[in-house]
């Protein structure tokens, strides 16, 4: 016996069923990034192209390479735990191309005020001085050198 | 072949979906950096920072965040005596320029610099509906702008306020860690100016770093540690009264 008349109508549905689920497999396919699902739920790709933004600031090593006088003076002093980027600002642009990128020259009344100017909330142990009084408008650097600021009487015998 | 009109209609859908491909390969970055060889960290030390703001700026120049906005800020504490409960916190600019201006007095007074905790449990991850928000597989929470829609949520969801919406993009806006400092051998741009040794970039599966001899030796908190995030900035000498 006969259990469906029109068996016609099921055919043509399954049929409708089958394109459907094909278009969203090929559709799924071409969408969805190849890495998505790499690492988990997201891009794997998106990983690499974060990496591979350049770098504003070369980093203390790369100035070093060249710069070793300055490595010199710097070690002498307190200073030379301070990356030469952290005042002279981010060079990397002067690191690939030293020739035309120029440093900018620093107005070390502003610099030096950023971290030594006296604060209650700064760790006692840390040289402040309230600029206004202490070099009554005269620039930092008038008296202290930037890489070795002691200032060293002439009976403790430097240069 | 002569190319008709038809033809070309045919073939240049055809070309856009192979450029794609072609575009979506993965670029190579730092092809010696292994994924899963590290587990990335910061340490801040309270008691050396000095509110210098340096971090500010030179993050701000590394990662083109427009002004206004921060992936990493330093806040002042002030608290009376007894009052940890309630603080009084200022950061005017982020703290980028500095703070040339006293604290109040009748107190304690002290710097927290603050940026993304790349909690292994972040927050912000999980409520990512389109997986634009992910943790990589060394520990840093990173932002896929391609596939970030701008719901928000993110910013709703982190507990510790490190995240923004890029005003140019609309896309979430947050620290990344350096990522493209880090995987190239370089410590961030904050670890790199920070004079007083504030900050230290962490790779906490390298049993050589010195951040395992710092947290053997040290009282170290992570920040809302009841919030269960599993943050792994940790800060060493921190009040009670930070939030």
């Known amino acids: 016996m006969k259990r469906f008349k029109d068996t016609e109508h099921l055919i043509r549905l399954a049929a409708v069923m089958a394109i459907a689920v094909v278009a969203f497999v090929v559709l799924r396919a071409a969408l969805v990034p190849r890495s998505f699902g790499e690492y988990g739920h997201y891009r794997g790709a998106a990983i690499a192209e974060t990496a591979s933004r350049p770098v504003a600031f070369a980093g203390h090593q790369t100035c070093e390479a060249c710069h070793t006088d300055v490595v010199d003076v710097k070690k002498q002093g307190k200073h030379v735990v301070v990356a030469c980027e952290a005042c002279h600002g981010a060079l990397a642009t002067h690191a690939e191309d030293p020739g035309s990128v120029q440093p900018k020259k620093l107005d070390t009344a502003v610099v030096c005020a950023r971290c030594h100017e006296a604060n209650s909330a700064k760790p006692s142990g840390f040289p402040q001085v309230v600029t206004a009084d202490h070099s009554g408008g005269l620039a930092c650097d008038s008296c202290h050198q930037p890489h070795r600021p002691k200032i060293e009487t002439e009976t403790e015998g430097k240069k | ?243």
């Open chain 2, 1 to 243: 072949m002569d190319i008709t009109r038809r033809r070309l209609l045919v073939l240049m859908p055809a070309a856009a979906v192979a450029w794609k491909y072609v575009l979506a390969g993965t670029p190579e970055a730092s092809p010696n950096y292994k994924l899963t060889d590290h587990w990335w960290g910061m340490l801040l030390d309270i008691t050396k920072c000095i509110g210098c703001g340096s971090c500010v700026r030179a993050c701000a120049e590394e990662n083109d965040v427009p002004d206004g906005y921060y992936r990493t800020w330093v806040e002042r504490y002030h608290v009376e005596d007894w009052k940890i409960e309630r603080p009084v916190v200022e950061s005017p600019d982020g703290g980028k320029h500095g703070y040339l201006h006293e604290a109040a007095e009748g107190g304690k007074n002290f710097f927290v610099p603050k940026l993304c905790n790349h909690c292994v449990e972040s927050p912000c991850t999980q409520v990512c509906p389109v997986g634009a928000t992910f943790i990589t597989p060394d520990g840093v929470v990173l932002v896929d702008k391609t596939y970030c829609l701008g719901c928000r949520y993110c910013i709703q969801a982190c507990p510790y306020g490190c995240r923004s919406l890029n005003p140019k993009t609309n896309t979430a806006e947050k620290c990344s860690l350096c990522y493209h400092r880090i995987t190239k051998g370089l410590t961030t741009a904050c670890c790199e100016v920070c004079p007083t040794g504030a900050r230290q970039l962490a790779d906490l599966k390298n049993p050589k770093d010195p951040i395992h001899e710092f947290l053997r030796t040290h009282s170290v908190q992570v920040l809302k540690p009841y919030m269960a995030t599993g943050a792994k900035v940790f800060y060493n000498g921190m009040d009670g009264s930070v939030r």
